[in-house]
């Protein structure tokens, strides 16, 4: 009996192994898709939409969510050559939407909405951006920084046409990316950027218009 029981932890734990290796098959991306569906209706999804692993979609009260034509959205670390620390969440707050477009790449995306979120079309997303347009705490004074910040803080967020934004970035709440920007990886997008621009940093700064040649030994 000790042998078996030996012998039965050995296969089990050879099976996590392979499948700790394993790419998650594409029926539970689809199964997801359906599942979210089903639970929210105001969750809209268009044709072609593909997900990749396990996602959450979390709606409080009405609101809506819209994925675009061809979306993609990738939770499964394997299915990403960056890899992916967590899988997308998509949660609106009562009244509030989600917006995205047609052919948008989404790889671990955290996206929070109390008003709006928008994300254009042909846009890609890297790996762990998190979204979101509002604070959600007061910053002053400090007694009520446990409380939630009124609803009236929040502050729409605008993601342009064929956007790129890097690994790890954070786009903050009021912000406007204008068509054909680049954020930079690990960047916190404060203020706006405007279109066919390079941004990065902390806070994100402006260094380059994308439609110009840059300059002799400068950042491509």
Same mark, same amino acid.
């Given at each position: 009996? /000790?042998? +078996?029981?030996?012998?039965?932890?050995?296969?089990?734990?050879?099976?996590? +192994?392979?499948?700790?290796?394993? $790419?998650?098959?594409? @029926?539970?991306?689809?199964?997801?898709?359906? @599942?979210?569906?089903?639970?929210?209706? &105001?969750?809209?999804?268009?044709?072609?939409?593909?997900?990749?692993?396990?996602?959450?979609?979390?709606?409080?009260? =009405?609101?809506?969510?819209?994925?675009?034509?061809? /979306?993609?959205?990738?939770?499964?670390?394997?299915?990403?050559?960056?890899?992916?620390?967590?899988?997308?969440?998509?949660?609106? +707050?009562?009244?509030?939407?989600?917006?995205?477009?047609?052919?948008?790449?989404?790889?671990?995306?955290?996206?929070?909405?109390?008003?709006?979120? =928008?994300?254009?079309?042909?846009?890609?997303?890297?790996?762990?951006? +998190?979204?979101?347009?509002?604070?959600?705490?007061?910053?002053?004074?400090?007694?009520?920084?446990? &409380?939630?910040?009124?609803?009236?803080?929040?502050?729409? !967020?605008?993601?342009?046409?064929? !956007? @790129?934004?890097?690994?790890? /970035?954070?786009?903050?709440?009021?912000?406007?990316?204008?068509?054909? /920007?680049?954020?930079?990886?690990?960047?916190?997008?404060?203020?706006?950027?405007?279109?066919?621009?390079?941004?990065?940093?902390?806070?994100?700064?402006?260094?380059?218009?994308?439609?110009? $040649?840059?300059?002799?030994?400068?950042?491509?």
């Amino acid at each position: 009996m /000790a042998s +078996f029981a030996a012998g039965l932890r050995k296969r089990l734990a050879a099976l996590r +192994f392979t499948l700790r290796f394993r $790419k998650w098959p594409a @029926w539970v991306g689809r199964c997801s898709l359906l @599942w979210n569906r089903l639970l929210h209706p &105001d969750f809209h999804v268009g044709p072609g939409v593909r997900a990749r692993g396990r996602f959450t979609v979390v709606m409080q009260g =009405e609101g809506e969510i819209r994925l675009g034509r061809k /979306a993609r959205l990738i939770s499964d670390p394997k299915r990403s050559d960056l890899g992916v620390r967590s899988a997308i969440k998509l949660v609106t +707050f009562p009244g509030a939407r989600v917006i995205v477009g047609d052919h948008v790449l989404m790889a671990g995306t955290i996206v929070v909405a109390r008003k709006s979120v =928008e994300i254009g079309d042909d846009t890609m997303i890297s790996p762990d951006v +998190f979204i979101m347009d509002s604070d959600f705490h007061t910053l002053w004074p400090p007694e009520r920084r446990f &409380d939630l910040a009124p609803i009236e803080e929040a502050r729409p !967020v605008k993601i342009g046409r064929r !956007v @790129w934004i890097g690994l790890g /970035a954070i786009i903050l709440k009021g912000v406007t990316i204008g068509d054909g /920007a680049a954020i930079g990886a690990g960047s916190v997008v404060t203020r706006d950027i405007p279109p066919n621009t390079l941004a990065a940093g902390v806070p994100a700064r402006i260094i380059r218009r994308l439609d110009q $040649k840059p300059p002799e030994g400068g950042t491509a």
